[in-house]
């Protein structure tokens, strides 16, 4: 049975979803739709884009992974539908596709649509789509090629001689926070010294962590997840509030070039000795 995914910052308090679902099982009843998240902030693209990739990399070939994040960002008329690691993406010309693959599909194609059309109007079309791409259909059998579409870089960590500062991405249910460092990013550049991991009021962490069990109840703590990403937490308590941590959101990155203070607990610094 063909898989459809979908990643959405529509939440689940009204009837979209379950509209957008309609759509898509009525164009074809034998899809299997799996849901990952449908509440992205939808100013947070390292957030999308720690999410998708993450999710994504699990999923069979041929897997259709819908995206509706910050869709009606630009006046842009296009929707976008690749092809990536024999996966399909669909989403907005936004920026994100390329975010997600971290380099430039070698297969985008393009749905025009016209930006007065109402939210399910579009997703109808999308849906067609997903139906022709279920059955097999090439993308260039149900879609334009496109060579100018939005590209955004990736949110990097800033690496010094003696330290590494990282971006806030990610705020769990639990308010565990996750950063832009990883794990091969810190022993590259550990070379063998001791570091630190710079908190407020001086509650620094020099240990890393195998798990949230491995310091005592109430204890903060480090680890690189199951993705491979600096996770900051506390067991059983909340980092986030205890510590002031906030997700992204560029709006205020690009403001916070002239207000730092304002947005310094987005950020995650380690700081290396001898």
């Known amino acids: 049975m063909p898989i459809v995914t979908l990643t959405t910052d529509i939440g689940q308090q009204d009837y979209i979803v379950g509209a957008l679902k309609g759509q898509l099982l009525s164009a074809n009843p034998d899809l299997t739709i799996i849901d990952i998240s449908h509440f992205l902030t939808h100013t947070n693209f390292p957030e999308a884009v720690y999410i998708c ?10 897997t259709i992974h819908l995206i509706i994040f910050n ?29 997600i693959t971290n380099q430039a599909p070698t297969k985008i194609f393009a749905l ?3 930006k007065s059309e109402k939210f399910l109007e579009t997703t109808q079309k999308i849906s067609a789509i997903v139906n022709e791409l279920s ?12 060579k100018n579409y939005v ?21 769990d249910n639990f308010e565990n ?17 001791k570091f630190q991991i710079l908190l407020t009021r001086g509650d620094d962490v020099e240990v890393l962590s ?6 005592p109840e109430g204890e903060k703590l480090a680890w690189f997840n199951s993705a491979g990403y600096l996770e900051l937490a506390i067991n059983k308590g909340n980092m986030a509030g205890m510590f002031g941590f906030q997700d992204f959101n560029e709006l ?3 403001e916070g070039k002239s207000m730092q203070n304002k947005i310094f607990y987005k950020y995650v610094q380690i700081n290396f000795y001898d």
């Open 151 to 171: 590209v955004k870089n990736n949110l990097l960590p800033s690496i010094f001689e003696n330290l590494i500062k990282g971006h806030v991405i990610f705020i």
């Open 71 to 99: 869709f009606y960002e630009n006046k842009n008329e296009n929707i976008l539908i690749a092809e990536f690691n024999n996966q399909f993406i669909i989403c907005a010309d936004n920026g994100i596709l390329q975010m």
């Open 177 to 193: 926070v996750v950063t832009n460092i990883t794990q091969e990013l810190f022993e590259k550049e550990l070379k063998g010294r």
């Open 53 to 62: 990739s993450n999710a994504f990399k699990y999923f069979p070939e041929k």
């Open 112 to 114: 025009h649509i016209n």
């Open 252 to 254: 205020n990155y690009k």
């Open 210 to 215: 195998d798990n949230y069990l491995s310091v």
């Open 135 to 146: 059955n097999n259909k090439t993308l260039a059998e149900i879609a334009e090629p496109i």
